[in-house]
Nanobody, 126 residues
Framework: QVQLVESGGGLVQAGGSLRLSCAGSGRIFSTHAMGWFRQAPGKEREFVAT????????TYADSVKGRFTIARDNAKNTVYLQMDSLKPEETAVYYC???????????????????WGQGTQGTVSS
């Protein structure tokens, strides 16, 4: 089982940026597709971005396309989420997750991920 630890959350003003990190340990990190999700207060967890096992195929939710960038550094067992031009409605707990090893591509579905971090809070003030 891989262990995931998110970091990099914090408080920023609208239009600002945050860079989230997700450090993995345990199972071979590079053999898993990764995803970022978020959950705002009173709302369901939603897809944000995903990166393939190879690190070459990113996918984004329409709402963040052009503003967020996902990347991974397998040598460091870390996946990143650069978030620019943040909006107050994007205040949420951000989670990273891994897919089972047999899947090389990421997925938009929460059900397709089997290991989750504890989350990091990102707050965007207006």
């Amino acid at each position: 089982q891989v262990q995931l630890v998110e970091s990099g959350g914090g408080l920023v003003q609208a239009g600002g940026s945050l860079r989230l990190s997700c450090a993995g340990s345990g199972r071979i990190f590079s053999t898993h597709a990764m995803g970022w999700f978020r959950q705002a207060p009173g709302k369901e967890r939603e897809f944000v971005a995903t990166m393939s096992r190879s690190g070459t195929i990113p996918t984004y939710a329409d709402s963040v396309k052009g503003r967020f960038t996902i990347a991974r550094d397998n040598a460091k067992n870390t996946v990143y989420l650069q978030m620019d031009s943040l909006k107050p409605e994007e205040t949420a707990v951000y989670y990273c997750a891994t897919r089972p090893q047999q899947y090389g591509l990421g997925s938009r579905s929460i059900r397709d991920y089997d290991c989750w971090g504890q989350g990091t809070q990102g707050t965007v003030s207006s």
